[in-house]
């Protein structure tokens, strides 16, 4: 097995101006006829096309056909030694979609035809150079039976129809715009068709189209409308415009990731796409209005400028993971749309930088690339461009986007590229910036403050360290932003932007009339994490005072973090809260004001990942037991004051708008709370039986799980019988039951993988049930007796013969086993052993054990 490094990047020896491709489908048997024009770049190469899992018929170079001895076919590709400098090549194939189950390439979901290329996949349907930086203008023909197969779609313009006299269907389209073959699509299937229009700032109308699984129309009308304010927020705040005439989204039921960006026709996972208030909570709202944003910013941030090699993934991902965030933030609530980015930070990046597969965010060697879609790529990689607009100021960055656009529309390009830019546009020297590309691991950032009152200066001091990585041992000085908020006497306030660029800096402010209490890190302004000496008395007036939403929430969440290891360090939970901490809970709670998901937010507990992820040897039951304590002394000392918020927070018919998704916040956090009292069981059960909207009835179900109250289980019996055939919602159930605290846990999950909708074969029920279990059920996956372990091993194992890229980002909570005590261990340890030793393992699963063992 053979891992690519970064640094071997060569331009193809080939390029492909031109793609036809002819589809007749089958499931068992369907034939790939493609036909391309070549051009040799590189003087004596040979032509060596991938390939996987593809029947090969035939091999034409301008029109003769080759015999077996004029190509070679070993391992995973077709390689012909001896071609023209510039020929056309047709090459005849044929794939079985209904064995697919890998859900790459060319794959049944259901009764339909789908495909998913990125980012290897395209190689699973024809041989072709399967890399991002050829570029090719496609021509795609699809035949199939017409009464099963309405709807033949691909990327572009639909070119021409016609029904052919033995009843097939053939359907032509052509996408104008070269495309690497990542981004193409084909889709077959009966479907129905949601339709809209969209008037471009320029006055051109584009049609949009939306398939959904028959009978899900009525569930596809608020996706429709957030792709239409998507594409005026892209025009309005970048200028960027749609360019083909026609956008069409298909939703489907089975699908390895969220979504798909293929030009002009996006695949998304039906999760995303559905929604009625009946079977869907605010948080599917909201996550279906950022992908469908991300997908449609990829049209320009992706698919108009694409990437050159695959290392350079972060270029279109977590650009457009920025772009996503802010079109979120300016649909919904700013401050609670960054505090969600903040938590997957604290939670799954800091924790993969502290893995064996920690990795910067251009990585540097990889063996299988789908490892590599990660929280790192991704979402560090979307702080990265969120400090550069910090440093370079919003209109700046604005600058630098459309330099960088207009520099590379139709190519593939590199961070390189994108770094140049922004330097460019803005005259800015970025080098030292650049570094976040090239350096993995999270940077320690101390802070402390010292005031002279005599002279008036204040004196901040800030130091940064980054520990040496899995992948990395040396590290340098980064340009790390730090937004402060100074809180002066008199509810008088400063605000400034540092630019640390030392191992150690220190900044003189003049004239400062009193001792202030400071805000680091403002808005979290750097992916980093902070120790600051700050009393707890700071941290509170922090939370009570600072201008910031997202700093109130961060200086109490570290506040807690402190009184958790204080816990763990032996001292009493009731005695180490403060009686000014209870006072500030209660006003929130007696006057939660305008901004009630907020006062929702402030008034919880960091969860388990977060905590975690502040100690190198991760104490699991001294941070369940400190945490179950606190919630239990917050519980009983604030009960009336849950009770009457509780009450007092309007209810209405369901909308799911800014106001109204923080009320029902607010009175899920009550019941949360009120939950922990031995008489809530009636409320609990009213809440669930008055629900008018799937938030409410899944905080009844949470509520009553996390307290283990006997109503959990006639709950969830009662919402599983209800939705019995509704998969999305079935997921819910199966998520439910893996997250349950207690050890019937192991039971539930044992029942409901007998449940008739859950299936193997299926990414979304498989993580309904695992990873949820894995991931959010820290109590019972880390029972000391390994039980929870082995219950993942099995599903990996289980899995990886089946979808090895879904296997593998279900491994990931095992990789960290380092960091558990001796026995968790040495049980993590042998179930990740006993995976090693299987014969069979893929190079997905295969990259990561052995990382993780190494
Ligand atoms: N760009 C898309 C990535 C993706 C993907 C990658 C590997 C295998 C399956 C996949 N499905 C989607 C999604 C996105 O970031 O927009
Ligand atoms: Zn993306």
């Known amino acids: 097995r053979q891992a690519k490094s970064r640094h071997d990047y060569q331009p193809p020896a080939f390029l492909i101006p031109t793609i036809d491709l002819h589809f ?10 493609s036909v391309m024009q070549l051009r040799r770049q590189t003087a004596g190469a040979a032509l060596k096309l991938d390939g996987q899992h593809l029947k090969l018929l035939q091999v034409l170079i301008d029109n ?6 004029q190509y070679d076919l070993s391992g995973e590709s077709l390689t012909i030694p001896d071609v023209p400098d510039a020929f056309e090549l047709k090459i005849v194939t044929q794939i079985a979609p209904v064995e697919n189950t890998a859900l790459e390439g060319l794959y049944m979901a259901g009764n339909s035809y789908c495909t998913q290329c990125e980012a290897e996949g395209f190689r699973r349907i024809s041989y072709f150079l399967d890399r991002p930086d050829v570029l090719s203008e496609y021509r795609v023909t699809i035949k199939a039976a017409a009464a099963s197969y309405p709807y033949l779609l691909s990327n572009g313009n639909k070119i021409a129809e016609h029904i052919t006299a033995d009843g097939s269907r053939i359907v032509q389209w052509h996408d104008p715009f070269p495309k690497p073959c ?3 699509a084909l889709v077959a299937g009966d479907y129905d068709l949601l339709e809209d229009n969209f008037i471009t700032a320029s006055g051109r109308e584009v049609a949009l189209q939306l398939f959904v699984d028959k009978g899900q129309a009525h569930r596809g009308d608020f996706a429709l409308q957030a792709l239409k304010r998507a594409m005026r927020w892209d025009e309005q705040r970048f200028n960027l415009e749609y360019d083909l005439d026609i956008y069409m989204v298909v939703a489907t039921d089975f699908f390895n990731m969220g979504a798909m960006e293929n030009k002009g026709l996006n695949v998304f996972n039906s999760k995303y796409v559905l929604a009625e208030t009946a079977t869907a909570t605010d948080r599917d709202y909201f996550n279906i209005e950022s992908i469908i944003g991300h997908e449609y910013f990829h049209n320009w941030t992706g698919n108009r400028v694409t990437c050159q090699d695959w290392f350079q993934l972060s270029l279109k991902e977590g650009l457009t993971v920025f772009r996503d965030q802010e079109f979120s933030a300016d649909m919904g609530s700013a401050t609670l749309c960054r505090i969600d980015a903040v938590k997957l930070i604290r ?18 060697s990889v063996l299988e690339m789908n490892n590599f879609y990660t929280v790192t790529v991704y979402d560090k990689g979307a702080e990265v461009i969120r400090m550069l607009q910090t440093i370079l100021g919003k209109e700046g960055f604005a600058q630098g986007m459309a330099l960088y656009l207009k520099r590379h529309d139709g190519q593939a390009a590199t961070c390189d590229d994108f770094i140049r830019a922004m330097q460019d546009a803005n005259r800015y020297d970025l080098s030292q910036f650049a570094l976040w590309y090239s350096q993995s691991g999270t940077t320690q950032l101390t802070a402390s403050q010292q005031y002279d009152a005599a002279t008036q200066v204040l ?3 800030l ?3 980054t520990a040496a990585t899995a992948d990395q041992s040396v590290k340098k000085a980064l340009l790390i932003p730090v937004r402060i908020e100074l809180l002066l006497s008199g509810n008088e306030k400063q605000s400034h932007l540092l630019l640390l660029t030392e191992y150690d800096q220190v900044f003189s402010f003049n004239n400062i009339s009193n001792e202030p209490v400071v805000v680091w890190l403002e808005h979290f302004s750097a992916p980093v994490k902070l120790q600051q000496q700050s009393s707890d008395d700071a941290l509170l007036h922090i939370a009570a005072f600072a201008t910031d939403g997202v700093a109130r929430w961060d200086a109490i969440q570290q506040f807690w973090s402190r009184k958790v290891a204080e816990v763990i360090a032996g001292k009493n939970a009731q005695h180490v809260l403060p009686p000014k901490l209870f006072q500030m809970m209660q ?3 007696r006057d939660p004001g305008d901004d009630k998901a907020l006062i929702a937010e402030l008034l919880s507990l960091p969860d388990f990942e977060t905590l975690a992820e502040q100690y190198e040897q991760i104490p699991v039951d001294g941070i369940l037991s400190a945490l179950e304590q606190f919630r239990q002394i917050i519980a009983d000392r604030l009960q009336s004051d849950f009770v009457s918020c509780y009450q007092q927070v309007p209810v209405s018919a369901y909308q799911y708008d800014e106001a109204s998704v923080g009320n029902r916040r607010l009175r ?14 009636q409320l609990l059960q009213a809440h669930y039986h008055q629900a008018d909207n799937m938030s409410d009835t899944i905080a009844a179900l949470m509520a009553s799980q996390q307290a283990q109250t006997d109503t959990f289980k006639a709950l969830l019996a009662d919402f599983s019988q209800r939705w019995n055939s509704d998969v999305l919602v079935m997921d819910k159930a199966f998520g439910l039951a893996a997250t349950q605290p207690s050890e019937q846990v192991f039971t539930s999950i044992e029942e409901m993988q007998s449940h008739p909708l859950f299936s193997w074969k299926n990414p979304n029920r498989v993580r309904a049930l695992f990873s949820a279990f894995s991931m959010r059920n820290p109590r019972q996956f880390h029972s000391a007796d390994g039980k929870g372990y082995q219950l993942l091993q099995y599903a990996v194992a289980k899995m990886d013969a089946i979808n090895p890229q879904v296997a593998a980002r279900l491994i990931t909570p095992l990789l960290s086993w380092r960091r558990y005590d001796e026995s968790r261990q040495q049980a993590m340890r042998n179930v990740l052993q006993v995976l090693a030793d299987s014969s069979s393992l893929s190079n997905d699963v295969f990259e990561k054990v052995s990382r993780s063992l190494s």
């Open 668 to 681: 899920a956090l009550c019941l949360g709370y009120i939950a922990f009292q031995h008489n809530s069981q």
């Open 64 to 69: 003769k056909q080759l015999s077996d001895a």
């Open 347 to 364: 939670t799954a990046q800091f924790a993969e930088d502290a893995s064996p597969m920690a990795h910067p965010i251009r990585p540097e």
């Open 587 to 589: 006003s929130w709670l």
């Open 182 to 184: 990542y981004l193409f």
């Open 459 to 461: 004196t901040l001091t």
């Open 463 to 465: 130091g940064q360290s």
């Open 24 to 33: 007749e489908l089958d499931s068992a048997a369907t034939i790939v006829s």
